[in-house]
Nanobody, 125 residues
């Protein structure tokens, strides 16, 4: 069983940067999707970015060119580097993971089997 542990979030001013991490323990399998979702107050959780076992990525339009998801050396820790943050990025961020079906690519809104504990990111103007 996979367990995901997220780093703390934080508070920054608009234009600033933060990096989130999500460490996976347990049996993840050779094919997987790992990614980040966020939930704004009063809204549904939305997919932000995903990476698969081939290192392929997918991003929401709102964060393309500002956020970068990575998993250096497939080392079971996924990072979300967030640059040029704006107040609209304020949300609770969740890490999620699922097995990837053979022949399928992960997309940012993938169906998650296991969630991290969530972490708050606040961006002030």
């Amino acid at each position: 069983e996979v367990r995901l542990v997220q780093s703390r979030g934080g508070s920054v001013q608009a234009g600033g940067s933060l990096r989130l991490s999500c460490a996976a323990s347990g049996e993840r399998g050779g094919r997987y999707c790992m990614g980040w979702f966020r939930q704004l107050a009063g809204k549904e959780r939305e997919g932000v970015a995903v990476i698969d076992d081939y290192g392929r990525t997918d991003y929401a339009e709102a964060v393309k060119d500002r956020f970068t998801i990575s998993e250096p050396n497939a080392a079971r820790t996924v990072y979300l580097q967030m640059d040029n943050l704006n107040p609209e990025d304020t949300a609770m961020y969740y890490c999620g993971a699922s097995p990837r079906l053979y022949g399928f690519r992960c997309t940012r809104g993938f169906e998650v089997d296991v969630w991290g504990q969530g972490t708050q990111v606040t961006v002030s103007s």
